[in-house]
């Protein structure tokens, strides 16, 4: 039986292992994404580096840039870890979080965190694997992508997930890719799912509808088998369920200080 696990890399080396589980959902007859999602514009600066990667002391995963200093990923990406790797309650240092710019293994830029913000509930994955980061300055000249915070993904509606994992069979090098996603097969409060590749390191990264610039969850769960052509099941946390997170981020980032806010709540 596959196991659950969640699609984050500790930093270093990913070692093959037998399949182990990261929620995703199932598209088996619709279309490959194409292979970028948006036309290249005439700029140093390509639509697609609003997805960056957030490296941690223990683990890099994906993020999103949804305004020009807040980045979303997976609250499981920004948490303290065990002596075994297992996943604790409370977050990182804002220090100890980096933003690093660019699609492929070299960034050419980087950027500090100054807060964390999520909800006091999915550090291991599934609901609440969401948490925005506050960035140490605004990032002029990069785009943003749009969170859908005003409409659940819908069953049905064609996903493709972003990320900068790397399975064991990947060819050498961290890239930032578009993963094969699928059609939602299953909904929750707090979660989707659907048949999608992903990889060691895509955690965090944006879920998004497919021919639009709309985010409509991170990549929180998935099945792998070390072959990043392979679709598994796949668990994507839900951000419409978590506005009050995205709220707080937006206040902090404008000055407000977090203890004058009311403390954020996993009842939906």
């Not at 659907?194 to 991170?218: F, K, M, N, W, Y």
């Given at each position: 039986?596959?196991?659950?696990?969640?699609?984050?890399?500790?930093?270093?080396?990913?070692?093959?292992?037998?399949?182990?589980?990261?929620?995703?959902?199932?598209?088996?007859?619709?279309?490959?994404?194409?292979?970028?999602?948006?036309?290249?514009?005439?700029?140093?600066?390509?639509?697609?580096?609003?997805?960056?990667?957030?490296?941690?002391?223990?683990?890099?995963?994906?993020?999103?840039?949804?305004?020009?200093?807040?980045?979303?990923?997976?609250?499981?990406?920004?948490?303290?870890?065990?002596?075994?790797?297992?996943?604790?309650?409370?977050?990182?240092?804002?220090?100890?979080?980096?933003?690093?710019?660019?699609?492929?293994?070299?960034?050419?830029?980087?950027?500090?965190?100054?807060?964390?913000?999520?909800?006091?509930?999915?550090?291991?994955?599934?609901?609440?694997?969401?948490?925005?980061?506050?960035?140490?300055r605004k990032l002029v000249g990069l785009g943003t992508l749009t969170p859908r915070l005003d409409e659940p993904p819908r069953l049905g509606e064609v996903l493709?997930?972003?990320?900068?994992?790397?399975?064991?069979?990947?060819?050498?090098?961290?890239?930032?890719?578009?993963?094969?996603?699928?059609?939602?097969?299953?909904?929750?409060?707090?979660?989707?799912?659907?048949?999608?590749?992903?990889?060691?390191?895509?955690?965090?990264?944006?879920?998004?509808?497919?021919?639009?610039?709309?985010?409509?969850?991170?990549?929180?769960?998935?099945?792998?088998?070390?072959?990043?052509?392979?679709?598994?099941?796949?668990?994507?946390?839900?951000?419409?369920?978590?506005?009050?997170?995205?709220?707080?981020?937006?206040?902090?980032?404008?000055?407000?200080?977090?203890?004058?806010?009311?403390?954020?709540?996993?009842?939906?």
């Amino acid at each position: 039986m596959l196991a659950l696990a969640v699609a984050s890399a500790t930093a270093g080396c990913v070692r093959a292992a037998r399949p182990s589980v990261r929620p995703a959902a199932n598209a088996d007859s619709d279309d490959a994404p194409p292979i970028r999602f948006f036309p290249p514009p005439f700029a140093l600066a390509v639509p697609e580096d609003a997805i960056v990667r957030v490296v941690g002391p223990r683990m890099i995963c994906s993020g999103t840039l949804v305004d020009d200093d807040l980045v979303l990923t997976a609250h499981h990406c920004v948490v303290q870890r065990g002596d075994r790797g297992e996943y604790r309650h409370e977050s990182l240092p804002p220090s100890a979080l980096r933003i690093e710019l660019g699609g492929d293994y070299l960034a050419w830029g980087d950027v500090g965190v100054s807060y964390v913000v999520a909800p006091p509930c999915g550090e291991s994955g599934g609901p609440g694997d969401v948490a925005i980061l506050v960035l140490e300055r605004k990032l002029v000249g990069l785009g943003t992508l749009t969170p859908r915070l005003d409409e659940p993904p819908r069953l049905g509606e064609v996903l493709d997930p972003v990320g900068f994992g790397r399975c064991a069979m990947s060819p050498d090098g961290i890239h930032r890719s578009v993963r094969v996603g699928g059609s939602v097969r299953g909904l929750t409060a707090g979660t989707f799912d659907l048949q999608a590749s992903i990889c060691p390191g895509d955690s965090g990264g944006p879920v998004i509808a497919r021919g639009s610039h709309e985010v409509v969850g991170v990549v929180s769960l998935s099945a792998m088998d070390g072959d990043e052509r392979t679709r598994a099941t796949s668990i994507m946390s839900r951000i419409d369920s978590f506005r009050a997170v995205f709220a707080s981020a937006r206040l902090i980032a404008d000055g407000t200080h977090q203890a004058e806010l009311p403390p954020l709540s996993c009842d939906r």
